[in-house]
């Protein structure tokens, strides 16, 4: 049974935010407890109610899952979006109008959304509940069988669709195993590009000729890297020597779209892999031409691996974290620019803070938001900040401990895991496994007697104004020295701050 939800009044509103429903809605005289009850839809859901509302209609047989939600099911994951494709000409707008209208949530010009150039349309099921199941938030995504012509100078947008066969349709997509159609109706998979024995032999293979593929859609090659990542499959000959052919054709591809990929890359189980087959088959100068000016270059005698391989090995040791991953993969870039021979040994001094402006220079360049370019900048700027501090972390003062928690703020753990993944991917000789977990424990320790950067220091402009002092450039080198005196020694009363900064003013003759 198919139900159309009315919105509740204010009041059961305000009662149901405390399960963490924003805007509860039942359907007619239904009770609190049912509502409670309905479920979000799942990908599974949907497919299954599509199934039920065209059986015994024209549309039955005609509507076919495609792409993702194929593969993973195939491969026993559960699948996350579903995409249709419908067995007629104009078929994903007539199919989505029907079923609009069969639901009553048919609006003329608004829902379906529909884009007859192209052939496809999306129907929001919003206010639909479906066997105790709300599909509010979901939509039907559908698209008719279709050819496309592509201008080489414009990749993104075809210039001409047309009607075509199923065969016809997979021909244009970016993965064997990307289409294979599943009949709705009946269950049965159709194959015509031998997605299946490329799922099962781990292959990444295009339907048709790389080249053509590439030349409707560039940025098919990173997606080609990234499924490999993501599943453990590899790349066929015929894709890498196809990419290798095409990468000219990245010049028209937003850098957001990039990113986007480099992102799922870097927060897959085996990131390095990843990142190696970006440089195998030259992508990865479109990602940052600096990583690639980092393969092959020698170290010094506190590295057992080139600067590259050092990168990748950093990247592997991180958490998958989007900052940690992102902040290991940039985190010795400023080698490729810092790099000195000095009496036959390898130097790269200042390596950090040059490497800080060069990430936030490719961050940018790649469309990154200021709350990932920050926290990585950060990250880069401070991962050598603890060197000194020993092997076992127990050459820091308290105060320097003190002071580098204050300064690293709200990004800690990002910039400890960091370290740490450097920390143990140094020689044998120079590498440093307990300093990290031990300045932790240090840490932790020590919590109660850190500042926050927002806390009010225990002296204040305030408090230099009432004895005299005019407000200028010494109120921040007297307000340094309160600081510097906090983080040395947390329990200095307030008198002998005042006597610290009596007696700075009176040694300076102020």
């Not at 549309?59 to 559960?78: P, Q, S, T, Y």
């Not at 015929?238 to 890359?265: A, F, M, P, Q, Y």
């Not at 204050?406 to 496994?433: C, K, Q, R, T």
């Not at 300093?435 to 932790?444: G, L, M, S, T, V």
Request: proline letters at 5%; aromatic letters at 6%; a neutral charge.
């Amino acid at each position: 049974m198919i139900k159309l939800k009315s919105v509740l009044s204010e009041e059961i509103c305000r009662k149901y935010r405390g399960f963490g429903i924003d805007k509860p809605v039942v359907t007619g005289m239904i009770s609190e407890n049912t509502l409670l009850m309905e479920a979000r839809a799942s990908a599974k859901d949907l497919e299954a109610f599509l199934r039920e509302m065209i059986r015994g209609t024209e549309w039955e047989g005609k509507v076919f899952a495609v792409g993702g939600f194929v593969r993973d099911e195939l491969m026993g994951k559960a699948p996350k979006d579903l995409d249709v494709v419908v067995n007629k000409n104009q078929g994903g707008i007539e199919f989505t109008t029907w079923l609009g209208r069969k639901l009553g949530i048919y609006k003329e010009k608004s829902n379906p959304v529909t884009f007859p150039s192209f052939g496809t349309a999306n129907l929001r099921l919003d206010g639909v509940v479906h066997n105790g199941i709300d599909f509010t938030g979901e939509s039907v995504d559908a698209v008719m069988p279709r050819a496309e012509q592509y201008h080489d100078v414009d990749v993104r947008r075809p210039t001409a669709v047309q009607f075509t066969s199923l065969e016809g349709d997979a021909q244009r997509r970016d993965l064997t195993f990307n289409a294979i159609y599943k009949n709705l109706s009946t269950g049965e998979l159709y194959d015509p590009v031998n997605g299946l024995a490329d799922l099962k032999a781990k292959v990444i293979r295009t339907p048709t000729d790389p080249t053509t593929i590439y030349t409707d859609d560039a940025l098919r090659m990173f997606r080609a890297v990234r499924f490999a990542t993501q599943l453990g499959f590899e790349l066929s000959p015929e894709i890498v020597d196809g990419i290798k052919k095409n990468l000219h054709r990245l010049g028209n591809t937003s850098k957001e779209r990039v990113r986007d990929e480099l992102n799922k890359i870097l927060l897959s189980k085996d990131p390095a892999r990843g990142i190696r087959m970006l440089r195998d088959t030259g992508l990865l100068p479109h990602v940052a031409k600096e990583l690639q000016q980092a393969v092959g270059m020698i170290q010094n005698k506190h590295h057992s691996e080139m600067v590259f391989d050092h990168i990748l090995t950093v990247l592997s040791n991180t958490k998958p974290n989007l900052i940690n991953r992102i902040g290991a993969l940039l985190h010795d870039i400023g080698k490729v620019s810092t790099r000195q021979v000095i009496d036959n040994e390898v130097h790269f001094y200042d390596h950090e803070n040059v490497g800080s402006e060069m990430a936030r220079n490719i961050l940018t360049s790649l469309k990154y938001p200021n709350d990932i370019i920050e926290p990585v900048v950060l990250a880069v700027k401070n991962h050598m900040r603890l060197k000194q501090g020993g092997k076992e972390g127990d050459k820091i003062s308290d105060k320097t401990l003190r002071k580098f928690v204050v300064d690293i703020g709200d990004h800690l753990e990002n910039v400890l895991d960091i370290i740490h993944s450097d920390n143990v991917a140094h020689s044998p000789e120079s590498a440093m496994p307990n300093q990290i977990p031990n300045i932790i424990n240090r840490i932790e320790k020590l919590k109660s007697t850190i500042p926050k950067k927002t806390d009010k220091l225990p002296v204040t402009g305030e408090d230099l104004k009432n004895i005299g002092l005019v407000p200028g450039p010494l109120y921040k080198k007297l307000l340094d020295l309160v600081r510097d005196r906090q983080l040395e020694n947390p329990n200095t009363t307030k008198e002998e701050y005042f006597d610290i900064i009596t007696n700075y003013m009176k040694n300076e003759n102020i």
